[in-house]
DNA sequence: AACTAGTCCAACCGCTGTCAA
DNA sequence: TTTGACAGCGGTTGGACTAGT
């Protein structure tokens, strides 16, 4: 048998909540906590709701700490990078963002920061011409890029995710074949040395963040699948996973934009970086952003766009 | 002033993984 | 081992508000 049924669903309120309601909630979780049960707490706080809506209510509008307004340009970006990464996780988003609640991005990004992305794409279509790279690499293209521009370290000095769960929105974009740009530089292999070479010539001051895939034992039977450790310094086995495909972005005072990306299997080494410099913004990037925009609740997780049998994929958002 | 359309956001709904009985 | 409640999450909804006509 299981447990006890929740709550009587028939005489719970539904609805706003009052301001009586509130400073019920309020009090008790202060007075007691909640006991690490949300089902039980609104009967003992003489509340007649759902312990969910009380959980709800007390994390999105009670909860210490809350911060309600505008979100800020950095805010944006973090929210922006983020989504470009891991998708609609809004509460790993959220855990980025000290004060905000899942809640509040979501419902940002739904009515705001998206229509302002496509708003900037139409722009940039009519007015921007990519400028000039003055690398001596290829120069590829990569979502979001332009909106790391500027973008300070966003990290929480004690902010942790030890792990998350696969990162497989972001594959698609990044790594689609029909990308012209990313095709034109396809024939890049990056290897776990080539990183290692990239992360002496570019060592992490502070945090870093990485996304990506690799593990062998995962639904693509190139074993690609995601992973994002994140701390101060790059784990071995980290390292040990790279290959094939990487991209970086850092971001500080001096953003280096950083792509690696290749064919797999046969291929020679060629260790190849490509920098883009602080200040770039291609009309392409954000075509990207659009289009992950319009796709992004269809190709979350979907490892089948990505050709099995040619790439293993390695993002890296690494920040200095 | 009245109506309509668009925007915002709090709250609900339903799903999933976890865990207690 | 099975069953079903719980906690947490993302998607969606609907009412309040605002801007435009």
């Known amino acids: 048998m299981g447990r006890a049924p929740c709550c009587d669903k028939a005489n719970v309120k539904k609805g706003p909540w009052s301001t009586e309601e509130d400073s019920k909630l309020k009090d008790y979780i202060e007075k007691y906590g909640t006991g690490g049960n949300w089902i039980a707490l609104p009967q003992k706080a003489g509340l007649k709701r759902c312990g969910k809506s009380c959980r709800l209510r007390w994390l999105n509008y009670l ?42 991005i979501k419902n940002y990004w739904n009515t705001k920061l998206k229509k302002k992305l496509m708003g ?41 995710f030890a792990a998350f769960e696969p990162m497989s929105s972001v ?21 776990p040395e080539s990183l290692v070479s990239y992360m002496q ?29 994140y701390g101060r310094e790059m784990k071995q086995e980290d390292m040990s996973n790279i290959q094939g495909f990487g991209a970086s972005v ?5 953003l280096k934009f950083m792509l690696c990306h290749g064919t797999n299997t046969g291929g020679e080494d060629v260790n190849q970086w490509t920098e883009k410099p602080s ?30 049998n040619k790439t293993q994929e390695k993002v890296m958002y690494y920040y200095y």
């Not at 974009?173 to 990313?182: E, K, S, V, Y």
């Not at 990485?210 to 995962?218: D, R, T, V």
Request: hydrophobic share 25%.
């Open 201 to 229: 010539y570019y060592p992490a001051k502070e945090n870093f963040i990485m996304f990506g895939s690799g593990e062998p034992s995962c639904s693509s039977s190139d074993g690609s699948s995601s992973h994002i450790s």
């Open 250 to 254: 850092g971001y500080g005072e001096d």
């Open 63 to 104: 909860r210490p700490n809350i911060k309600h307004g505008d979100f800020t340009d950095e805010e944006d970006r973090v929210i922006c990078s983020l989504f470009s990464s891991i998708g609609s996780r809004w509460s790993i988003i959220a855990a980025q963002l000290p004060g905000r609640t899942d809640n509040d």
């Open 120 to 160: 900037m794409t139409m722009t940039s279509q009519s007015q921007r011409k990519p400028p000039p790279f003055p690398s001596t690499h290829h120069t590829p293209s990569f979502p979001l890029a332009s909106l790391y521009k500027e973008c300070p370290t966003y990290y929480p000095p004690t902010g942790s």
């Open 171 to 191: 594959q698609p974009l990044l790594l689609n074949n029909d990308n012209p740009t990313l095709a034109a530089n396809s024939s890049f292999v990056h290897t």
């Open 279 to 308: 200040g770039c913004s291609f009309d392409k990037d954000l075509e990207d952003v659009k289009r992950l925009i319009n796709s992004s609740s269809n190709n979350c997780c979907n490892d089948n766009i990505i050709d099995e």
